[in-house]
C-alpha cells in the first residue's frame, strides 16, 4: 500500500469519527434542550382561591357547621349465649343516628335502633363517648329517648314545625349512613302526608316523604329545612336493595315534639283514652261497617259518663250493638286506627264531640278524655 493510500485513509476515518463526535453532541444538546423544558413543566401548578359561587352553597356550608354538632352517633350491643359452654357473649347489634334535645343529655333516635339492645353508647361530634341508659321508648311512633352523662357542652338542636311544610321545601339529612359519621345529604319534600308501619305494626300518619339520600344508619337522624331546624326524624327508606333508592320517611316534628316530653317525663306516652274497649277490626270489617265498635265501657270513664253505649246481651239473650263511632269533632271515623290516631291529636281532660250510630239514627255525645297513665 501506497503512502499517499494510507494516508487519504487516515484522513477519511478522521472525518467520519469527526461527524460522530459532532452527532452525538447535538443529540446531547438537544437532550439537555428538553430537559430543561421537562424540568419547567413538571413544576407545581399555581393553587386557584377558593370561590364560593352561592349563597345557597354558602347557606348550606354554615347549616352543616351550626347543626353538626347536635347529630350524634348511636351504637348497640346485644347478648348472646354460647350454646356447648353456655357462656353469654356481648356483640355489635346496630348502628344508628340521633340528636341532642336538650342540655340535660336527652337524645332522641328511632326506638328501631336501640330495639332488643343490651347496651347503648352515644358518640358526640367532638368523639367523644357516652354510655347511655333508655329513657323512654314509644314504637308506635319509631321514637325513643336515651339519656347520657355528658360532662361537655351539649348543643341541643333547632326545633322547627311540619303541619306548614310545602312540597318541593329543600332539605338536609345528617346521620351516620354505614357508619360514617356526620354526612350530609341534601334533596327536597317529596310529598307529604304518606302512611308508614311502626315497629308496633300500627301505621304512622302524616310522614313526610323526601329524596334526600337516607341510607342503614341514617336511621334517627335529623331532617332539617333550609333554617336548619328540625322538621322529621329520618326513619325509614323504600328499596328493593335496602340502600338509598331516592324515597326516604321522616316522622314529622309535630308528632316528636309531642311524643318526647312525656317519654322524658314518664318514660311512655300519656295518651288521651275514652274508656271504651272496641271490637276487633276483622269482625266489624266482616260485618261490613265503617266506624269504631264499642264492645265495653269502663266504669266511671268519661265515655260512661258521656253516655257512650257498650255492646249487650238482652234479657232474651240476643245481642245489641252498642255505639258505631263514626266522626270525632266532625272528622271521619272509619276504623279503630282512624279512632286511636284521631284521639293522639287532643290531650287528656279535652273534651270532643262525637257522633255515633245508634241502632237505626245518630247520636252525638260529648266526651271528656282520660289519660292512659
Not at 340535660?104 to 335502633?113: D, F, M, P
Amino acid at each position: 500500500m501506497t503512502r499517499t493510500t494510507i494516508g487519504a485513509m487516515c484522513l477519511l476515518s478522521g472525518i467520519i469519527i469527526g461527524q460522530l463526535i459532532q452527532c452525538r453532541s447535538d443529540q446531547a444538546s438537544s437532550a439537555a434542550s428538553v430537559s430543561e423544558q421537562s424540568d419547567t413543566t413538571s413544576e407545581r401548578r399555581a393553587v386557584d382561591p377558593i370561590r364560593i359561587v352561592s349563597t345557597a352553597e354558602e347557606a348550606t356550608i354554615a347549616l352543616f357547621e351550626n347543626a353538626a354538632p347536635s347529630v350524634v352517633y348511636i351504637t348497640t350491643t346485644t347478648v348472646r349465649q354460647d350454646y356447648w359452654s353456655r357462656n353469654v357473649y356481648e356483640i355489635p347489634a346496630g348502628t344508628g343516628s340521633g340528636f341532642i334535645w336538650d342540655d340535660k343529655g336527652n337524645i332522641v333516635t328511632n326506638y328501631h335502633v336501640i330495639q332488643g339492645a343490651y347496651r347503648a353508647k352515644v358518640t358526640l361530634s367532638d368523639q367523644t363517648s357516652w354510655d347511655a341508659e333508655i329513657a323512654g321508648i314509644e314504637p308506635r311512633k319509631d321514637l325513643a329517648v336515651l339519656k347520657i352523662k355528658a360532662s361537655s357542652n351539649l348543643k341541643p338542636i333547632p326545633i322547627g314545625t311540619s303541619h306548614d311544610l310545602k312540597v318541593g321545601q329543600s332539605v338536609f339529612a345528617i346521620g351516620n349512613p354505614f357508619g360514617l359519621d356526620q354526612t350530609l345529604t341534601t334533596g327536597v319534600i317529596s310529598a307529604l302526608g304518606r302512611e308508614i308501619e311502626s315497629a308496633a305494626q300500627i301505621p304512622i300518619r302524616d310522614v313526610i316523604q323526601t329524596d334526600a339520600a337516607i341510607n342503614p344508619g341514617n336511621s334517627g337522624g335529623p331532617l332539617l329545612d333550609i333554617s336548619g331546624r328540625l322538621i322529621g326524624v329520618n326513619t325509614a327508606i323504600v328499596s328493593p336493595s335496602g340502600t338509598y333508592a331516592g324515597i326516604g320517611f321522616s316522622v314529622p316534628v309535630d308528632v316528636v315534639n309531642w311524643v318526647v316530653p312525656d317519654l322524658i317525663k314518664f318514660g311512655e306516652v300519656r295518651r288521651p283514652v275514652l274508656g271504651a274497649e272496641f271490637v276487633q277490626q276483622q269482625i266489624i270489617d266482616r260485618m261490613e261497617l265503617k266506624g269504631a265498635l264499642v264492645m265495653a265501657v269502663a266504669p266511671g270513664s268519661g265515655a260512661e259518663n258521656g253516655g257512650l253505649q257498650p255492646t249487650r246481651k238482652s234479657s232474651d239473650g240476643e245481642f245489641i250493638m252498642g255505639d258505631l263511632i263514626i266522626e270525632v269533632n266532625d272528622e271521619p271515623i272509619e276504623s279503630n286506627n282512624d279512632l286511636f290516631l284521631t284521639l293522639e291529636k287532643y290531650k287528656p281532660g279535652e273534651q270532643i264531640r262525637l257522633k255515633v250510630k245508634r241502632k237505626q239514627q245518630t247520636a252525638n255525645l260529648t266526651i271528656t278524655l282520660g289519660s292512659s297513665l
